[in-house]
């Protein structure tokens, strides 16, 4: 039966290629699931490969990614969904893409980035994956996700059937992250953080759970990196921040403090599954970025720097690191589809505040670009352009940022998809 | 004369998930740019209710369950204060979780019955978790005949008694229960409503209503607010209009 599913995938997948039905990441294990539910559980049964699960609101697609050059800069066959393609259907299409017709898979890693909601569906087909990372969680598509509380519970009860064979590799900073841990018996427990070195004093405002998730009780933090994420404790239950914690790669190869985490959560992974400092260290030193994540292009002599900003947390990092970067021209991109979330109230919860004077040039476009231009003018930032149209606006951008100087795009999700489709189709001048 | 205005911002911590903080930039940046001295007292959990009184308009937002159920208790101990504000004319706005507060209870999605604060002659109840949540653009269309547009996204229907009007009728999306089509409440100055968006800053003359409202009851005598230029305000109205193929004009 699988075989046959795996046949009729391959033929659907290369057929939505030729039509230019979008990449084919998707409909082929969406027919297989349809027709076989227990499809993702009996492949992986037939199969040796180890499977590394990455969860979190933000920096899936760039940890995996990490990981990925990590593993086969040691000499590891690894294979990976692709980006975005992270519900049941995106792990059934990749495993049949990956199979041959006998229902093999001849790779030493498969690593899944999974959706949120679809983490605890995905522990029922893979019921003890050799690692799971998880990121952080932050309120991101409110509309689609439902509250940060409601997902973290989701998790927690999901997480409660691993044994002895998984290893959690969590996120220190994020209160709600670390506190996952408690109540597992078996399962072996790894921590990763970022260095308190990069400390400011002040919670931000679009921080979610900066009450301990154990009591309730207000937390402490001694200090706070951005969001919610810090060296916390709860005076009351005195859950604290878990100790050892790693926190220092050789390497950073992106810019952002989001990104220490991600790589720090990437070579922690390096470390236990045996992978050499050195090697992790010169993976790291020739990584490229994934799609969208700080990913560079050059069109007509200038620079052009691709920051995806999707949440306000994701937002805010993405302003501090163009700022940090030196940035002055900027073109904010606002869709409201369905990947991006219905609802774009979470736009005032994004701190536009406190750049008053950082970018010189600022345009906006996209679907819901007069809804952007109000939370900038409610921000007293006045130097912007609007044009809701994306070409255009784009256009626009280019041609006035200077010679060799750098355009900063912070689209949201499906705006990255179409910025890069006029990128690179050259649909532009 | 030199207005001034002091906004209470009830559980900016805990109630503010859904970008609500736009309707206190809103109101403070449209006092500011008239010269209108606008002060926030940000009233956490455990706040003192004299300096619940001292303000002179309040905004509330909505939030998770869990932290719902924290506010929750502490508001109780609290109920007295605001309610004889809001008995008092003193205005208000109340979206989403702190609407459905205001009301008589809230039935959750398992059955079980949260009190609420019994000031405005309505309930809520959670039909179940087969029930979808309402979620969408809503436009609606209020007393005077003015468009709101927002955003909505509850689990819980809403039903208002006799001693409440609602706030407006839903031309586009569910409103308070997706039957009757009414979206929102009003009593005396205080406006209940499920509206994100946030409301505040799309729906202008809704905002300068509140800062009139205030001024009104403060200094007691009807001020004139100034002009200023919406017309980005507008275009951000118009693109949503249009986008849920709703011509202003057809509308009004």
């Not at chain 1, 020739?286 to 069109?299: H, N, V």
């Not at chain 2, 932290?67 to 929750?72: D, E, L």
């Amino acid at each position: 039966m699988n075989k046959v599913l795996i046949l009729i995938g391959k033929i659907v997948s290369i057929i939505s290629k030729i039509l230019n039905f979008g990449s084919g990441s998707t409909w082929p294990g969406h027919i297989a699931l349809s027709l076989n539910k227990n499809f993702i559980k009996q492949v992986l049964k037939r199969n040796q490969f180890k499977i590394i699960l990455i969860a979190g609101t933000n920096g899936k697609t760039t940890t995996g990614k990490l990981i990925q050059n990590i593993l086969e800069k040691y000499g590891k066959k690894v294979f990976q969904n692709a980006a975005g393609a992270n519900l049941l259907n995106g792990i059934a299409s990749t495993l049949i893409s990956n199979s041959n017709l006998q229902e093999k898979i001849n790779k030493d890693f498969a690593i899944f980035e999974i959706d949120e909601n679809t983490l605890p569906l995905i522990l029922w087909e893979i019921n003890n994956p050799d690692f799971i990372i998880i990121l952080n969680l932050f309120r991101d598509q409110l509309d689609r996700y439902g509250e940060v509380n409601t997902i973290s519970c989701k998790w927690h009860k999901a997480l409660e059937r691993l044994n002895g064979k998984t290893t959690l590799i969590l996120n220190a900073d994020d209160p709600q992250i670390a506190y996952l841990a408690s109540n597992l018996k078996d399962v072996r427990v790894k921590y990763f953080g970022i260095d308190s070195g990069n400390s400011t004093s002040k919670i931000q405002h679009a921080s979610d759970s900066t009450y301990c998730p154990n009591c309730g009780e207000k937390l402490i933090y001694n200090s706070v990196y951005f969001s919610h994420l810090g060296d916390w404790i709860c005076k009351k239950c005195n859950f604290k921040h878990p100790e050892k914690t790693f926190t220092k790669s050789s390497f950073y190869p992106l810019s952002g403090l989001y990104n220490e985490y991600n790589t720090n959560a990437a070579f922690l992974l390096g470390k236990q599954v045996g992978v050499e400092g050195k090697t992790t260290n010169s993976a790291l030193k020739e990584f490229k970025p994934a799609f969208g994540r700080q990913e560079a292009l050059s069109i007509n002599g200038k620079n052009v720097l691709i920051f995806l900003s999707k949440n306000p947390t994701s937002f805010n990092e993405s302003l501090r690191t163009v700022s940090d970067l030196g940035g002055k021209n900027i073109l904010l991109i606002l869709n409201d589809r369905i990947p991006d979330g219905r609802d774009v109230s979470w736009i005032w919860d994004v701190d536009f505040e406190n750049f008053p004077d950082q970018f010189k040039n600022i345009y906006i476009s996209g679907d819901r670009a007069y809804d952007m231009a109000l939370r900038l003018k409610y921000a007293d930032l006045k130097n912007f352009i609007t044009e809701d149209d994306l070409v255009n606006a784009m256009n626009i951008a280019i041609k006035r940022t200077e010679d060799n100087g750098t355009l900063h795009i912070l689209p949201t999700y499906s705006a990255m998809l179409d910025i890069r489709k006029i990128l690179t189709g050259k649909k532009i001048l | 004369m030199k207005y001034k205005l002091i906004i209470g911002w009830l559980y900016p911590e805990l109630m503010s998930t859904y970008g609500d903080r736009g309707n206190i930039i809103t109101l403070q940046k449209r006092c500011e740019w008239r010269g209108i001295d606008f002060g926030i007292k940000r009233l956490d959990l455990g706040f003192k209710t004299q300096d619940l009184k001292k303000c002179d308009l309040l905004l509330m937002g909505g939030a998770q369950d869990k932290q719902q159920q924290m506010v929750s208790s502490d508001l109780m101990k609290k109920k007295d204060a605001l309610g004889e504000m809001i008995e008092n004319n003193i205005p208000g706005l109340y979206v989403c979780g702190a609407y459905q507060f205001l009301g008589k209870y809230y039935k959750e999605a398992n059955g079980s019955k949260i009190a609420g604060l019994n000031i405005f002659d309505l309930y809520t109840e959670n039909p179940g978790a087969n029930y979808p949540r309402l979620i969408g653009n809503c436009i609606s269309k209020v007393l005077n005949g003015e468009i709101i547009v927002g955003f909505e996204n509850h689990g819980g229907r809403t039903y208002l008694g006799k001693q409440v009007e609602p706030f407006g009728k839903a031309i586009k999306g569910f409103g308070n229960n997706g039957t009757d089509k009414t979206e929102g409440a009003v009593y005396k100055n205080s406006f209940g409503t499920y509206l994100h968006g946030p409301i505040l800053p799309k729906n202008p003359e809704f905002a300068d209503l509140f800062i009139k409202l205030a001024l009104q009851k403060k200094y007691n005598f009807s001020v004139n607010l100034s002009l200023l230029d919406d017309s980005l305000e507008k275009k951000a109205r118009e693109s949503i209009l249009a986008k849920l193929k709703l011509q202003h004009n057809f509308i009004g």
